[in-house]
């Protein structure tokens, strides 16, 4: 019985909703020789070493993870194009509409107001961390670089802040549309900030992607390990 309680807590804990942004510690950029393409995509997030980086890169494939030589870092990129970076900068994960559509949405940008992320960026980004979005080149050297421009076009184009719907970019823009996501799935929206000014507008940075993990796989396996506990009492 106590089993059973304690799991039913922990399931109640994993898959409450998150009804309010939260702080995701303080971060460094970093730029990867042949990872990135002008002023876009690839950026990799690394801790600060400080309050450092409190998210978890665990639904990150090997390929979009640690790249920098950090075990904790993961790669990223922009969703506006007139904001920039800071070093170090100060992350909130969104997870509140500005727009009644999606559960995240940047700030200033297009849209002064806030700006909910587009399913299609998800689509996109979530294939991309996961190491499976066709035809971009994961392999280190100008055919990524290449590729982290297209993918940066795309994404630029869907949120509405210019980029490209032409050659790859394109592509990837109808793959994501076929794939008729009605949600955001597991991407969020990071808002950053320069340190000590979270909140104020002025001191507003570059938003980028995150791929949270996802509870359900932590979830699935306590509850195996709760069977699996049962099972050897019993035997016992």
């Not at 194009?81 to 559960?103: F, H, K, L, R, W």
């Not at 996109?124 to 421009?149: D, E, I």
């Not at 396996?221 to 009492?233: E, F, I, N, P």
Request: glycine share 14%.
């Amino acid at each position: 019985m106590k089993r059973l309680i304690f799991i039913t807590i922990v399931f109640t804990f994993l898959t409450a909703p998150v009804l309010a942004d939260y702080y995701g510690g303080r971060v460094y950029y970093s730029r990867i020789n042949n990872y990135y393409s002008g002023n876009g995509g690839e950026f990799t997030l690394r801790s600060d070493g400080g309050q450092g980086l409190l998210l978890s890169n665990s639904a990150y494939d090997a390929k979009t993870r640690g790249e920098d030589g950090n075990p904790e870092s993961f790669q990223t990129f922009c969703v506006e194009t007139a904001e920039y970076v800071a070093q170090p900068m100060d992350i909130v994960v969104s997870t509140t509409t500005a727009e009644g559509i999606t559960d995240s949405h940047a700030i200033l940008g297009s849209k002064p107001n806030g700006d909910d992320l587009d399913s299609r960026t998800a689509y996109l980004y979530t294939q991309f961390a996961k190491g499976t979005l066709s035809n971009y080149n994961y392999v280190a050297g100008v055919g990524r670089s290449a590729s982290a421009g297209e993918l940066q076009k795309a994404i630029w184009w869907i949120e509405g802040e210019g980029g490209s719907n032409a050659g790859q970019a394109g592509i990837w823009i109808t793959e994501a549309t076929n794939a008729g996501w009605t949600d955001i799935g597991d991407v969020r929206i990071l808002n950053t900030w320069v340190p000590g000014h979270i909140g104020e507008l002025g001191y507003k940075t570059q938003d980028q992607l995150y791929l949270v993990p996802v509870p359900a796989a932590v979830l699935l396996g306590m509850l195996g390990l709760g069977v699996a506990g049962l099972k050897l009492r019993k035997s016992k």
